[in-house]
């Protein structure tokens, strides 16, 4: 069974840095693309990055080159999302997906939600 | 890079059909056949429920169906049931640089 598994609710202070997480299992990991897409309250979904795990290639959105930082770690079947310095607009839901070649994403991960407040 | 324009609500009665519409233009949808459908209920991820324009995922009833005309998708829900009840977001390859563009997203309301 595809699963991808997300790391909790993170609550930070903007400034601060956050790296989260998404376990992948019950597939090759390293065959498939994962998305990020970020879901900000109450709004809809957004696409911001890819990453092909088998080759660390990396793609981002314009509207997000430059804010994350998507990463992979082929060892431990685990992608990730990071930020060097949180903002009060990044508060959102983030949601990692396994995409296939012609963009569509077929299995999700339960999504992590990231609060910065002050 | 906008987002695809959907209609911010649509509803229907069981039984009915509804279709929502997703407009891009020629250098999104109109472009390639790399559209896909998602549904999200509330505090939910998304699920994919139409791929390639108009494929669906095992598990999808067949009352889901999904067409494309020029820069416009569509999506089609037949023999509206409540729990289709829901946010419905369409999405696009948009090429090399955007890479990829959803849809406003669209309630569904089952009256």
């Known amino acids: 069974e595809v699963q991808l598994v997300q790391s909790g609710a993170e609550v930070k202070k903007p400034g601060e840095s956050l790296k989260i997480s998404c376990k992948g299992s019950g597939y090759s990991f390293t065959n498939y693309w994962i998305a990020w897409v970020r879901q900000m309250p109450g709004k809809g979904l957004e696409w911001m990055g890819i990453?092909?795990?088998?080759?660390?290639?990396?793609r981002y959105s314009p509207s997000f080159q430059g804010q994350v930082t998507i990463s992979a770690d082929k060892s431990a079947t685990t992608a990730y999302l990071q930020w060097s310095s949180l903002k009060a607009s990044d508060t959102a839901i983030y949601y990692c997906a396994r995409t296939q070649s012609t963009w569509y994403a077929d299995y999700w991960g339960q999504g992590a939600q990231v609060i910065v407040s002050s | 890079q906008s987002a695809l324009t959907q209609p911010r609500s649509v509803s229907g009665s069981p039984g009915q059909s509804v279709t929502i519409s997703c407009t891009g233009t020629?250098?999104?949808?109109?472009?390639?056949?790399?559209v896909s459908w998602y549904q999200q209920h509330p505090d939910k991820a998304p699920a994919l429920i139409i791929y390639d324009v108009s494929k669906r995922p095992s598990g999808v009833p067949d009352r889901f169906s999904g067409s494309k005309s020029g820069n416009t998708a569509s999506l089609t829900i037949s023999g509206l049931q409540a729990e289709d009840e829901a946010d419905y977001y369409c999405c696009s390859y948009a090429g090399s640089y955007t890479l990829v563009l959803f849809g406003g997203g669209t309630k569904l309301t089952v009256l």
């Open positions: 990453i092909y795990p088998g080759e660390a290639e990396t």
């Open positions: 020629s250098s999104d949808v109109g472009g390639y056949n790399s």
